[in-house]
Protein backbone atom coordinates (compact mmCIF):
# COMPACT_ATOMS: atom_id res chain seq x y z
CA UNK A 1 0.00 0.00 0.00
CA UNK A 2 1.37 3.43 -1.05
CA UNK A 3 1.41 5.71 2.03
CA UNK A 4 0.97 9.19 1.45
CA UNK A 5 0.97 12.51 2.81
CA UNK A 6 -1.05 15.45 1.09
CA UNK A 7 -1.29 18.62 1.36
CA UNK A 8 -4.61 20.16 -0.18
CA UNK A 9 -5.25 24.15 -1.30
CA UNK A 10 -8.55 24.77 -2.69
CA UNK A 11 -9.09 28.28 -4.19
CA UNK A 12 -10.37 29.65 -0.81
CA UNK A 13 -8.68 32.89 -0.21
CA UNK A 14 -10.82 35.08 2.60
CA UNK A 15 -10.14 34.99 6.71
CA UNK A 16 -12.51 36.30 9.65
CA UNK A 17 -9.14 37.48 11.30
CA UNK A 18 -7.46 40.74 10.53
CA UNK A 19 -3.65 39.79 10.95
CA UNK A 20 -1.40 42.66 9.77
CA UNK A 21 1.04 40.03 8.94
CA UNK A 22 -1.19 38.15 6.56
CA UNK A 23 -2.00 39.39 2.78
CA UNK A 24 -5.50 37.33 3.18
CA UNK A 25 -6.72 39.27 6.37
CA UNK A 26 -10.25 39.97 6.63
CA UNK A 27 -10.41 39.01 2.59
CA UNK A 28 -14.36 38.98 2.03
CA UNK A 29 -15.49 35.97 -0.50
CA UNK A 30 -19.20 36.22 -1.14
CA UNK A 31 -21.59 32.86 -1.93
CA UNK A 32 -20.37 32.76 -5.72
CA UNK A 33 -16.81 33.77 -4.99
CA UNK A 34 -17.02 30.14 -2.76
CA UNK A 35 -18.83 27.87 -4.60
CA UNK A 36 -16.07 27.08 -6.39
CA UNK A 37 -13.45 26.06 -3.86
CA UNK A 38 -16.53 23.89 -2.44
CA UNK A 39 -16.92 21.94 -5.41
CA UNK A 40 -13.00 21.45 -5.54
CA UNK A 41 -13.51 20.45 -2.43
CA UNK A 42 -15.67 17.79 -3.31
CA UNK A 43 -13.87 16.87 -6.31
CA UNK A 44 -10.43 16.10 -3.94
CA UNK A 45 -12.67 13.59 -1.78
CA UNK A 46 -14.26 12.05 -4.69
CA UNK A 47 -10.16 11.05 -5.77
CA UNK A 48 -9.75 10.29 -2.41
CA UNK A 49 -12.47 7.68 -2.14
CA UNK A 50 -11.76 6.05 -5.43
CA UNK A 51 -7.85 5.36 -4.40
CA UNK A 52 -8.72 2.51 -1.17
CA UNK A 53 -4.97 1.04 -2.29
CA UNK A 54 -3.62 4.16 -0.44
CA UNK A 55 -3.05 5.15 2.81
CA UNK A 56 -3.46 9.06 3.41
CA UNK A 57 -2.26 11.65 5.87
CA UNK A 58 -4.16 14.42 4.66
CA UNK A 59 -3.55 18.23 6.01
CA UNK A 60 -5.85 21.13 5.17
CA UNK A 61 -3.42 24.44 4.07
CA UNK A 62 -5.86 27.31 3.04
CA UNK A 63 -5.20 30.83 2.15
CA UNK A 64 -7.40 32.52 4.95
CA UNK A 65 -9.56 29.91 7.71
CA UNK A 66 -11.66 27.01 5.80
CA UNK A 67 -13.50 26.04 9.40
CA UNK A 68 -15.74 28.62 9.33
CA UNK A 69 -17.53 27.28 6.00
CA UNK A 70 -19.23 24.28 6.86
CA UNK A 71 -17.94 22.30 3.48
CA UNK A 72 -14.52 21.80 5.22
CA UNK A 73 -16.34 20.94 8.43
CA UNK A 74 -18.10 18.42 6.58
CA UNK A 75 -15.35 16.72 4.97
CA UNK A 76 -12.93 16.92 8.12
CA UNK A 77 -15.52 14.98 9.50
CA UNK A 78 -16.67 12.42 6.67
CA UNK A 79 -13.03 12.02 5.86
CA UNK A 80 -11.94 10.97 9.14
CA UNK A 81 -14.56 7.78 9.22
CA UNK A 82 -12.46 6.10 5.77
CA UNK A 83 -10.67 3.42 6.04
CA UNK A 84 -7.87 4.55 3.64
CA UNK A 85 -7.53 7.52 5.83
CA UNK A 86 -4.60 7.42 8.59
CA UNK A 87 -5.63 11.01 9.55
CA UNK A 88 -6.91 13.77 8.68
CA UNK A 89 -5.71 17.92 10.09
CA UNK A 90 -6.38 21.68 9.14
CA UNK A 91 -4.46 24.68 9.42
CA UNK A 92 -7.17 27.02 11.41
CA UNK A 93 -7.36 29.99 13.84
CA UNK A 94 -9.95 27.57 15.85
CA UNK A 95 -12.47 30.54 15.90
CA UNK A 96 -15.31 28.05 14.73
CA UNK A 97 -17.26 26.57 17.05
CA UNK A 98 -16.40 22.77 17.81
CA UNK A 99 -19.49 21.15 18.23
CA UNK A 100 -19.20 19.26 14.60
CA UNK A 101 -16.44 17.08 15.91
CA UNK A 102 -18.81 14.30 17.83
CA UNK A 103 -19.49 13.60 14.15
CA UNK A 104 -15.85 12.57 13.38
CA UNK A 105 -13.73 9.80 14.23
CA UNK A 106 -10.90 11.81 17.31
CA UNK A 107 -7.97 9.05 16.61
CA UNK A 108 -8.22 10.50 13.03
CA UNK A 109 -8.70 13.73 13.29
CA UNK A 110 -6.20 16.66 14.16
CA UNK A 111 -5.30 20.54 14.43
CA UNK A 112 -2.82 22.95 13.36
CA UNK A 113 -4.15 25.73 15.58
CA UNK A 114 -2.49 29.07 15.36
CA UNK A 115 -3.03 31.99 18.21
CA UNK A 116 -3.40 35.83 16.96
CA UNK A 117 -3.39 37.69 19.73
CA UNK A 118 -4.27 40.72 18.24
CA UNK A 119 -7.96 39.18 16.70
CA UNK A 120 -8.64 36.67 20.15
CA UNK A 121 -8.20 36.62 23.55
CA UNK A 122 -5.76 34.31 24.98
CA UNK A 123 -8.57 32.62 27.25
CA UNK A 124 -10.55 31.85 24.57
CA UNK A 125 -8.35 30.20 22.26
CA UNK A 126 -6.92 27.92 25.38
CA UNK A 127 -10.52 26.85 26.07
CA UNK A 128 -11.14 25.76 22.90
CA UNK A 129 -7.21 23.94 23.15
CA UNK A 130 -8.95 22.04 25.98
CA UNK A 131 -12.28 21.19 24.81
CA UNK A 132 -10.01 18.91 22.12
CA UNK A 133 -7.88 17.90 24.41
CA UNK A 134 -10.39 16.69 26.59
CA UNK A 135 -11.57 14.68 23.94
CA UNK A 136 -7.98 12.92 23.40
CA UNK A 137 -7.87 15.09 19.69
CA UNK A 138 -4.71 14.94 18.64
CA UNK A 139 -3.54 19.22 18.16
CA UNK A 140 -0.46 21.49 18.01
CA UNK A 141 -0.43 25.26 18.66
CA UNK A 142 1.48 28.28 17.38
CA UNK A 143 1.70 31.79 17.04
CA UNK A 144 4.42 33.92 14.58
CA UNK A 145 7.07 35.12 16.91
CA UNK A 146 6.53 39.04 17.16
CA UNK A 147 8.26 41.00 19.44
CA UNK A 148 5.48 42.67 20.42
CA UNK A 149 3.36 39.17 21.62
CA UNK A 150 6.75 37.82 23.80
CA UNK A 151 4.88 38.21 27.08
CA UNK A 152 1.21 36.62 25.10
CA UNK A 153 3.51 33.91 23.89
CA UNK A 154 5.51 33.22 27.80
CA UNK A 155 1.94 32.94 29.23
CA UNK A 156 0.42 30.89 26.45
CA UNK A 157 2.76 28.25 26.95
CA UNK A 158 2.18 28.08 30.61
CA UNK A 159 -1.51 28.22 30.27
CA UNK A 160 -1.69 25.80 27.29
CA UNK A 161 -2.41 21.71 29.00
CA UNK A 162 0.47 19.76 29.80
CA UNK A 163 2.25 17.79 26.97
CA UNK A 164 0.75 20.56 24.06
CA UNK A 165 3.58 21.52 21.81
CA UNK A 166 3.67 25.40 21.31
CA UNK A 167 5.61 25.68 17.61
CA UNK A 168 7.03 29.29 16.91
CA UNK A 169 6.75 30.88 13.34
CA UNK A 170 10.14 33.11 12.82
CA UNK A 171 9.13 36.68 11.19
CA UNK A 172 11.20 36.59 8.34
CA UNK A 173 10.32 39.99 6.69
CA UNK A 174 13.08 41.80 8.48
CA UNK A 175 16.57 40.52 7.86
CA UNK A 176 18.27 39.65 11.57
CA UNK A 177 14.86 40.92 12.99
CA UNK A 178 15.94 38.84 16.28
CA UNK A 179 19.16 39.94 18.73
CA UNK A 180 20.85 36.64 20.40
CA UNK A 181 18.79 37.05 23.97
CA UNK A 182 15.29 36.82 21.86
CA UNK A 183 16.50 34.01 20.13
CA UNK A 184 17.21 32.58 23.19
CA UNK A 185 13.83 33.18 24.75
CA UNK A 186 12.09 31.95 21.79
CA UNK A 187 14.27 28.65 22.19
CA UNK A 188 13.23 27.96 25.56
CA UNK A 189 9.78 27.92 24.89
CA UNK A 190 9.96 26.15 22.15
CA UNK A 191 13.47 24.14 21.08
CA UNK A 192 12.82 23.46 17.43
CA UNK A 193 12.87 27.54 17.10
CA UNK A 194 16.31 27.77 15.62
CA UNK A 195 15.52 25.40 12.64
CA UNK A 196 12.77 27.30 11.76
CA UNK A 197 14.60 30.96 12.44
CA UNK A 198 16.76 29.73 9.21
CA UNK A 199 16.14 29.68 5.65
CA UNK A 200 18.05 25.97 4.55
CA UNK A 201 20.00 24.95 1.72
CA UNK A 202 17.91 23.28 -0.60
CA UNK A 203 19.06 23.52 -4.19
CA UNK A 204 20.03 19.66 -5.52
CA UNK A 205 18.44 18.17 -1.91
CA UNK A 206 17.02 15.85 -2.13
CA UNK A 207 13.60 15.47 0.18
CA UNK A 208 9.86 13.59 0.48
CA UNK A 209 8.20 16.12 -1.95
CA UNK A 210 7.10 14.75 -4.54
CA UNK A 211 7.84 10.98 -3.52
CA UNK A 212 6.00 10.50 -0.63
CA UNK A 213 4.15 13.78 -0.03
CA UNK A 214 2.66 16.23 -2.59
CA UNK A 215 0.13 19.20 -2.81
CA UNK A 216 -3.19 19.35 -4.54
CA UNK A 217 -4.93 22.74 -5.58
CA UNK A 218 -8.39 23.28 -6.89
CA UNK A 219 -8.13 21.96 -9.96
CA UNK A 220 -6.63 18.67 -9.45
CA UNK A 221 -2.58 19.52 -10.41
CA UNK A 222 -0.02 17.94 -7.95
CA UNK A 223 2.69 19.88 -7.59
CA UNK A 224 5.97 18.31 -5.31
CA UNK A 225 5.29 21.31 -2.49
CA UNK A 226 3.44 24.43 -2.30
CA UNK A 227 7.03 26.53 -3.09
CA UNK A 228 7.14 24.96 -6.29
CA UNK A 229 5.49 25.74 -9.42
CA UNK A 230 6.16 22.85 -11.30
CA UNK A 231 2.83 20.69 -12.01
CA UNK A 232 4.09 16.84 -12.22
CA UNK A 233 0.64 15.47 -12.83
CA UNK A 234 -3.52 15.76 -11.94
CA UNK A 235 -5.50 13.65 -9.51
CA UNK A 236 -7.95 12.84 -12.71
CA UNK A 237 -5.07 11.04 -14.48
CA UNK A 238 -4.90 7.42 -13.96
CA UNK A 239 -1.31 7.46 -14.02
CA UNK A 240 -0.52 10.06 -11.25
CA UNK A 241 1.08 7.20 -9.28
CA UNK A 242 3.83 6.95 -11.89
CA UNK A 243 4.59 10.97 -11.04
CA UNK A 244 5.81 10.27 -7.83
CA UNK A 245 9.31 9.71 -7.68
CA UNK A 246 12.78 10.94 -5.88
CA UNK A 247 13.46 14.46 -7.43
CA UNK A 248 16.12 17.36 -6.04
CA UNK A 249 15.02 20.81 -5.15
CA UNK A 250 15.77 23.43 -7.60
CA UNK A 251 15.08 26.16 -4.85
CA UNK A 252 18.20 27.62 -3.24
CA UNK A 253 16.59 27.55 0.52
CA UNK A 254 13.55 26.51 2.03
CA UNK A 255 12.36 28.24 5.21
CA UNK A 256 8.80 27.29 6.03
CA UNK A 257 7.83 23.95 8.25
CA UNK A 258 5.45 22.58 5.50
CA UNK A 259 8.71 22.47 3.11
CA UNK A 260 11.55 21.88 5.00
CA UNK A 261 10.28 19.01 7.16
CA UNK A 262 10.42 17.25 3.93
CA UNK A 263 14.38 17.48 4.39
CA UNK A 264 15.78 14.41 4.54
CA UNK A 265 18.66 16.04 5.61
CA UNK A 266 17.14 17.72 8.77
CA UNK A 267 15.47 14.18 9.60
CA UNK A 268 12.57 15.86 11.78
CA UNK A 269 11.20 12.36 11.55
CA UNK A 270 12.83 11.68 14.31
CA UNK A 271 11.32 14.28 16.37
CA UNK A 272 7.77 14.09 15.05
CA UNK A 273 7.33 10.84 13.54
CA UNK A 274 3.84 10.21 12.14
CA UNK A 275 2.34 13.68 13.19
CA UNK A 276 5.15 15.52 10.95
CA UNK A 277 2.54 16.94 9.27
CA UNK A 278 0.67 17.90 11.45
CA UNK A 279 3.66 19.35 13.57
CA UNK A 280 2.67 16.83 16.49
CA UNK A 281 5.68 15.51 18.58
CA UNK A 282 6.09 12.04 19.06
CA UNK A 283 5.00 11.50 22.82
CA UNK A 284 8.67 10.92 23.76
CA UNK A 285 9.07 14.06 22.90
CA UNK A 286 11.24 16.18 25.06
CA UNK A 287 11.85 19.77 24.34
CA UNK A 288 15.36 20.09 26.59
CA UNK A 289 16.82 17.67 24.39
CA UNK A 290 15.89 19.23 21.32
CA UNK A 291 18.33 22.28 22.40
Known sequence: ?????????????????????????????????????????????????????????????????ALVRPWYRDAMAS???????????????????????DQANHEKIAFWATYHPTETNRAAFTAKVRFLRERSIRISVGVVGLKEHFQEIDQLKKELPEGIY??????????????????????DIDPLFPINNTYHPSLGEFCDAGETSITVDGSGDIRRCHFLK????????????????????SNATCGCYIGYSNLKTLDLIRHFGEGVLERIPLPAYSPPSLR
Open 1 to 65: MLNLRVLYRGPLSSCNYGCHYCPFAKRHESQADLEPDRLALERFIAWIRREPAVQFRILFTPWGE
Open 230 to 249: EVIGNIGEANWRERLQPRAC
Open 79 to 101: LSHQAQIASVAIQTNLSCKLDWI
Open 166 to 187: LWINAYKRENKYYQNHEIEFLT
